[in-house]
């Protein structure tokens, strides 16, 4: 091999996806099985319809989620991380805006050991009040710490521009929240959503066909059975009506900066080619924004742009801290940069090289079971085919500079995004 030449450039025509069988627990619970791998490892997954999205009091999911590890009615918090920790296993768990779920990793050898004890934690737990009490308070002391951090306020007073304190993807949390709920709240929301109703389970790794029947004789019972989390729920959007908001900090030598707007979810017909455009504009370290305002300008270690979606919408952000005095000078160049991808075509050699950095991240994401059950994750939430990783790869081969201009001058206008600075 002559190192002094660079390897030549395979282009992806098609993907190989890794086999995934859907099976049904004898409570009708959706089971996704992704049986590869040569490690004696396995993951099981918990899906929870259980997100905020479903809170009528904000912390509630989240807490709830948190409670989960603190006891049940057999086991102290000490005695279920104990026996994680006997068996190598781990376990997390966390509540996101659609769903609450939790992961358990394990040697497939014990697994069949610790699917009861992953059972009990989800029908079985007991919200003790002094561990509550204990979490409360460090989440407060955490929050005082967090509202010291430019970039914190900067992301709070943003979403909250965009979608006001009465939505979920713009509430924010305050000190007084802590106060307007209980532990009967939890239990209350614990017992509607955590139910073999509201459940999916995805398992990924190297197992046989005793995990499976392990798995039904334990999730697949009737005794957590409950109603299924309701479709129709809606929360108002109540956007500020000034773009600009600027929060002073005398005392800062860097500002944060967050600039956006609602935009489309994965679900728009838009949103793919809108991902190759973003990724040129600033999603990746070689961006237009990274190689203006960190390499060019000097003004900031790291800036980037991202739409961020949810099952009930989205936005985009484009986000940095920089040095206070050059500010307004990164402000300029984000807008010019808006401005160029509207007015000025991609190069071929640039869009080439985004086009390759977007395929090999489709090949990392299903790249060994586990990866890939991530990805599965994402098109269930959003109820969506295996089919639509090709259609992903085909969009990025075929997306031209002509429609990513069009679609630059639609979902790109500078003059109509909230910019939020703290510093």
Do not use: C
């Not at 992301?155 to 509430?171: D, I, S, T």
């Not at 000034?242 to 800062?252: F, M």
């Amino acid at each position: 091999m002559n190192r002094a030449f660079a390897p030549e450039i395979n282009l992806i025509d098609s993907l190989t996806l890794p086999e995934v069988k859907k099976l049904t627990l004898d409570n009708s619970v959706p089971v996704y099985l992704l049986n590869e791998g040569e490690q004696e490892v396995v993951k099981v997954e918990l899906m929870f319809k259980a997100g905020k999205w479903f809170e009528e009091e904000n912390l509630v999911a989240d807490l709830t989620s948190r409670m989960l590890r603190e006891g049940t009615k057999t086991q102290t918090a000490k005695q279920l991380a104990d026996t994680f920790d006997y068996y190598g296993a781990n376990f997390n768990n966390a509540a996101g805006y659609e769903t609450a779920g939790a992961s358990l990793y394990s040697l497939t050898k014990h697994i069949d050991k610790l699917l009861p004890l992953f059972f009990e934690i989800f029908t079985e737990s007991i919200f003790p009040e002094h561990e509550l009490a204990t979490i409360i308070t460090n989440r407060k002391q955490r929050l005082s710490v967090d509202l010291t951090k430019n970039d914190f306020l900067a992301n709070r007073h943003f979403v909250n521009a965009l979608y006001g304190q009465k939505h979920p993807y713009g509430r924010v949390t305050q000190v007084e929240d802590f106060e307007k709920f209980s532990v009967e709240d939890l239990k209350a929301f614990f017992k509607k959503y955590y139910n073999a109703s509201n459940l999916t389970i995805i398992v990924s790794g190297k197992f046989d066909d005793s995990l499976v029947k392990k798995l039904n004789e334990t999730f697949g019972s009737k005794n957590y059975t409950g109603d299924k989390a309701s479709e129709t729920i809606s929360h108002p959007v109540e956007s500020s009506s000034e773009l600009v908001h600027h929060t002073e900090k005398a005392d800062s030598v860097q500002s944060a900066i967050m600039i956006g707007n609602i935009s489309i979810n994965k679900t728009h017909p838009d949103f793919l080619k809108l991902t190759v455009l973003n990724t040129v504009f600033g999603g990746y370290f070689g961006s237009r924004l990274m190689s203006n305002i960190r390499e060019e300008k000097g003004y900031t270690y790291g800036i980037h742009s991202s739409f961020a979606s949810y099952p009930h919408g989205g936005f985009i952000e484009i986000s940095s801290e920089v040095g206070k005095d050059v500010r307004d000078a990164t402000m300029k160049e984000i807008q010019r940069e808006i401005n160029l991808l509207r007015t000025e075509l991609i190069g071929d050699e640039e869009l080439q090289v985004v086009k390759n950095y977007m395929s090999g991240k489709i090949l990392r994401s299903i790249d060994g079971p586990m990866k890939f059950s991530e990805t599965l994750k994402g098109l269930l939430i959003y109820k969506q085919e295996l089919s639509h990783i090709q259609e992903i790869l085909n969009t990025i081969r075929e997306v031209s500079s002509e429609e990513l201009m069009t679609l630059a001058n639609k979902y790109f206008d500078y003059d109509k995004m909230y910019k939020i600075t703290v510093g």
